[in-house]
Structures are given as C-alpha cells and as structure tokens.
C-alpha cells in the first residue's frame, strides 16, 4: 500500500475542493493518504470525513474596496508563515514516512520532501506570479518568482487542472470537479430556499469576495428580473441580509447549489469556475483588481474587474443561458499518475 502525504493550500476552499476529489480517488484504489491543510479548508476536508492535521498557515491577500492591495506586506507575511509551518509539516512527514508528496498549492511539503529525496506532485492553477505594482513588490516578486519557477521545475511531476500540451514534467489533466449529489428540489428543500430564479454568489472561502456582495445585491434589482432571489455562499464575516438574499454562510455542498442556479457570479476563482462549466450552469466573473490569477481565469471568460459596473445588464443578459452539462475526469488522470510514480 504506497504511502501519499497529501497538503492543501488553506487559502479559499477551492484547493480543498479538488484535493477531496483526488483525495478519494487515491483511496479507492488503496493508497494510504493522511492530509494536511489549515483553517477553513482543513474544517471542510474533516466536514467531509478526510482526517486532517491542522498545521498549514498562509495569509490571504489584503482587498479593499475589490482590489487587491499591499502586496509586499503578503509577500512577507507569507515567508514568515511558511517558515512557521516548515517544522509542524517536518514532524507530520517523519511520522507517516510517505512513499510520495502531493501538494495542491501547498509549499512546506514539497520543501521538506525535497530535502528528504522524495517523489513530489505539485498541483497548481498558477504558474505564473504578477500580483506586484509597486517598485519594491516587483522586487520582491522577482525574487519569489525565481523560487517558484525552480520549485515547479524540480518537482516529479506538475500538475495544471486545465488544458494544454504535455511537455517536461508538466501533465495537463483537465478540470478536477465535485459529482453532484443531489437534484435541483432537494438542494432548495434542504437550504430553505424558494421557488424561482436562482442566483448564486459563490465568494471564495478566504472571505475576501465580500467587496462585491452588495454590488451584486445591487445589480440584481437594476437588472428588474422578477421572481429572483440571491443566495450567497463562502461568507466567513458577518452575514449579507436584504429582500431576497439567503446567506448560507460556507456550505460544503457548492457543487450542488451551482448546478440548480440560474446563474452564479463568482469573483473568478479556478473550482467555481470549473463547476458550473460542468453543470452547465453561467457564470459571470468579477476578478479582484490585480489579483493576477483572478484576471487570467476572468480573460478567458471574457470578463475583467470592469464589468462591475455593467453586472446588472450582464445578469440580465446571461440569466438561465445554460449551456450542455460537461463531464470532467481530471481526478481520474491526476490518480493514474500519482499512482505510477508510486510504482517505479
């Protein structure tokens, strides 16, 4: 039975999302996973019955007024933060001595394992930084930049949960998504929630979506759609109230709330887009101003920070546009490759 180390990223829930498709995965075909993450995401993988040492600290990004800020203070917060959680992952490894690392966004377990000589998987959206503006976060962001360039060169194997072309040790496998377990009437039924058009805002699990909540509550009635109602999901701060908004505070069930939403309107983040591409569902993303990954994932839909200023209109026009259900098997893919470096 290989032994696998798995570390998830604690920033958002989308790195746990993923990690628990993967995570089961790896189970059923008789591997020995033991997990570690931090925070909220750690809560959600021992929510859905994954046992988790809550070790991993990592900062999330500062946003104000939708866009993100102070990025040499993130930075810095980071190395400290990491260098925090270097000696807690360092205990974790020599107790369960894996046969192989795995890290969704997670770095002490990739630095300890290459230290020890052993197998690592990175599995990453990012390949690329560019959160910086100012003269000494571009200096500072060269340097991190340098890092994480030498970090996904060296490991056995990197992982992108996208489209591309295989070259090196990069392997693209395609979205990683949740099943969805429940009909649209039993998702309103167990959320309390009421007949009519539904519209998802889906903010990310790190809390710092919430500058585009009310903009979004705002859109919605100068989009003058009857009959529609707003559920909010990830809030981690004090709960959004108004006519017709349902916050449900963070749910381990977003899949399913995508897939019976008419629409879902996301701050761009890589899981939530991945999902409603697989229910079918539209999706309208508003990124975090310089929030560089958020930006890439928004581009490719075609949307930027700016739309925020014409949601309503947007709303309006791709309200209930489904498209045909997709079906993904990345957690497929991303097993059968973590389990051959098992093997050799």
Same mark, same amino acid.
């Given at each position: 039975?290989?032994?696998?180390?798995? %570390?998830?990223?604690?920033?958002?829930?989308?790195?746990?999302?993923?990690?628990?498709?993967?995570?089961?995965?790896?189970?059923?075909?008789?591997?020995?996973?033991?997990?570690?993450?931090?925070g909220?995401?750690?809560?959600?993988?021992?929510?859905?019955?994954?046992p988790?040492?809550?070790?991993?600290?990592?900062?999330?990004?500062?946003?104000?007024?939708?866009?993100?800020r102070?990025v040499?203070?993130?930075?810095?917060?980071?190395?400290?933060?990491?260098?925090?959680?270097l000696?807690?992952?360092?205990?974790?490894?020599?107790?369960?001595?894996?046969?192989?690392v795995?890290?969704?966004?997670?770095?002490?377990?990739?630095?300890?394992?290459?230290?020890?000589?052993?197998?690592?998987?990175?599995?990453?959206?990012?390949?690329?930084?560019?959160?910086?503006?100012?003269?000494?976060?571009?200096?500072?962001?060269?340097?991190?930049?340098?890092?994480?360039r030498?970090?996904?060169?060296?490991?056995?194997?990197?992982?992108?949960?996208?489209?591309?072309?295989?070259?090196?040790?990069?392997?693209?496998?395609?979205?990683?998504?949740?099943?969805?377990?429940?009909?649209?009437?039993?998702?309103?039924?167990?959320?309390?929630?009421?007949?009519?058009?539904?519209?998802?805002?889906?903010?990310?699990?790190?809390?710092?979506?919430?500058?585009?909540?009310?903009?979004v509550?705002?859109?919605?009635?100068?989009?003058?759609?009857?009959?529609?109602?707003?559920?909010?999901?990830?809030?981690?701060?004090?709960?959004?109230?108004?006519?017709?908004?349902?916050?449900? %505070?963070?749910?381990?069930?977003?899949?399913?709330?995508?897939?019976?939403?008419?629409?879902?309107?996301?701050?761009?983040?890589?899981?939530?887009?991945?999902?409603?591409?697989?229910?079918?569902?539209?999706?309208?993303?508003i990124?975090?101003?310089?929030?560089?990954?958020?930006?890439?994932?928004?581009?490719?839909?075609?949307?930027?920070?700016?739309d925020?200023?014409?949601?309503?209109?947007?709303?309006?026009?791709?309200?209930?546009?489904r498209?045909?259900?997709?079906?993904?098997? %990345?957690?497929?893919?991303v097993?059968?490759?973590?389990?051959?470096?098992?093997?050799?």
């Amino acid at each position: 039975m290989p032994r696998v180390l798995y %570390g998830v990223s604690p920033i958002g829930l989308g790195h746990a999302t993923r990690s628990l498709v993967v995570i089961e995965e790896l189970k059923r075909r008789g591997a020995e996973v033991n997990v570690f993450s931090g925070g909220k995401a750690a809560d959600f993988l021992r929510s859905n019955g994954v046992p988790v040492e809550d070790i991993v600290d990592d900062p999330v990004p500062t946003v104000i007024d939708g866009e993100m800020r102070r990025v040499s203070l993130w930075y810095i917060r980071s190395w400290f933060a990491n260098r925090k959680t270097l000696a807690r992952t360092e205990r974790v490894f020599d107790a369960h001595k894996p046969d192989l690392v795995v890290c969704d966004e997670e770095f002490s377990g990739l630095v300890i394992a290459g230290r020890r000589a052993t197998k690592r998987v990175f599995i990453t959206d990012e390949l690329m930084l560019g959160f910086a503006r100012s003269w000494i976060a571009r200096k500072i962001e060269q340097r991190v930049e340098r890092w994480y360039r030498n970090l996904q060169d060296s490991v056995d194997l990197l992982i992108i949960p996208d489209s591309g072309e295989d070259s090196g040790n990069k392997r693209f496998v395609g979205p990683i998504v949740r099943a969805q377990t429940q009909t649209s009437p039993e998702v309103r039924a167990k959320h309390n929630l009421p007949q009519g058009k539904m519209i998802l805002f889906s903010m990310s699990g790190s809390g710092i979506g919430r500058d585009l909540a009310s903009k979004v509550a705002v859109s919605m009635k100068e989009a003058r759609v009857e009959d529609t109602f707003l559920v909010v999901t990830g809030n981690r701060g004090p709960r959004i109230t108004g006519e017709g908004v349902f916050d449900l %505070g963070l749910v381990s069930d977003n899949q399913d709330l995508i897939a019976c939403s008419d629409l879902v309107v996301s701050t761009a983040g890589k899981s939530t887009i991945d999902e409603a591409a697989a229910a079918g569902t539209p999706i309208v993303v508003i990124p975090i101003k310089h929030h560089a990954e958020q930006e890439r994932n928004a581009q490719a839909l075609g949307y930027s920070s700016d739309d925020v200023g014409r949601l309503g209109a947007i709303i309006r026009e791709r309200l209930g546009q489904r498209t045909p259900p997709r079906s993904f098997d %990345g957690e497929i893919i991303v097993s059968d490759a973590i389990m051959s470096l098992t093997r050799s």
